[in-house]
């Protein structure tokens, strides 16, 4: 592994590369962490993408982990974050490329796809919404769900302004544990990025708000459902079956995406490359597999 910092914006922002470099005709993976404002902790089980014959590289966003953390919410855009995926690009020399974003990564990456960023060789959309308000919508179907006792100090707390009450915070965690990560307990990588956001939660309270199903950042009205048609790479959604991306958020994604290939994984929800990591590292092999193999003029294996 190697680790270092790549100079953004007059900050540094972390990067670590796993994998000393690449079979011919396999670019390496780029990983696009969610949040916004959480760390590459929790991506961890991905290393093992570099076993494929590809480097797998994480970074730390601006205001994560062990990036930079500068203490101005004017920064927290959109825009700033679509700026940093091509500094890293640059700054590591990542000509051609593929681009994993999970969660907020995936809007993140869907926001990159959308300026037609040379070397772009695909997109892995994993668990990610193209319109916050239907992420709204399916996570607040799934909210319903939950004991009548664990939806009342939800509305309790919200409705009295207190979401950073401990109360809220457990009560969240009964839909976390549904609907984020299904392991139990949680693993070390996990709970390292849930705790960033605990400790320095202004990224993702600017953006987001309180909480995966209460959204009162500045996100909350972002949609590119009318662009997905614009992205022009070859692009895999992923999602879990139990995930607050719902299968219905994969449809909306998939079916935007001029030949996206849709996957919804049994058995796991938001955070399925630690829920079935085995079978996640294999998914996404045969996918840039075949994109690879397409681009060198083979014929593409099947799924």
């Not at 959109?78 to 091509?86: H, I, P």
């Amino acid at each position: 592994m190697a680790e270092g910092f790549v100079p953004f914006r007059g900050y540094r922002t972390w990067y670590r590369v796993v994998g000393e470099g690449e079979k011919p005709g396999k670019p390496p993976l780029l990983l696009l962490h969610g949040g916004p404002g959480g760390t590459h902790d929790y991506l961890e089980p991905l290393e093992g993408m570099a076993e494929t014959g590809r480097r797998a590289i994480f970074y730390d966003q601006l205001g994560c982990g062990k990036s930079d953390l500068p203490d101005d919410p004017s920064l927290w855009t959109v825009e700033l974050f679509v700026d940093e995926v091509g500094a890293v690009r640059e700054a590591l020399g990542l000509e051609r490329v593929h681009l994993f974003g999970n969660s907020w990564g995936g809007m993140l990456a869907m926001e990159y796809a959308l300026t037609r960023p040379p070397g772009l060789a695909s997109l892995v959309l994993a668990s990610a919404p193209a319109s916050i308000p239907q992420w709204v919508e399916e996570t607040g179907r799934l909210r319903a769900q939950l004991p009548a006792e664990v939806r009342g100090v939800l509305d309790r707390h919200e409705a009295a302004g207190t979401t950073d009450d401990p109360e809220y915070g457990e009560a969240a965690m009964v839909f976390y544990r549904r609907h984020v990560c299904r392991v139990d307990p949680w693993p070390d990588c996990v709970l390292r990025s849930f705790d960033f956001i605990e400790r320095h939660g202004v990224v993702y309270r600017t953006m987001n708000g309180p909480s995966e199903f209460h959204v009162t950042g500045t996100l909350r009205e972002w949609s590119v459902v009318d662009r997905l048609g614009e992205i022009d790479v070859p692009t895999l959604v992923v999602t879990g079956e139990h995930d607050e991306a719902t299968p219905a958020i994969n449809r909306t994604v998939a079916e935007g995406i001029p030949g996206a290939e849709s996957v919804v994984l049994e058995d796991a929800s938001h955070m399925a490359h630690v829920e079935r990591t085995e079978d996640y590292l294999r998914l996404l092999d045969g996918f840039l597999s075949r994109v690879e193999l397409s681009a060198g003029g083979g014929k593409a294996a099947g799924p």
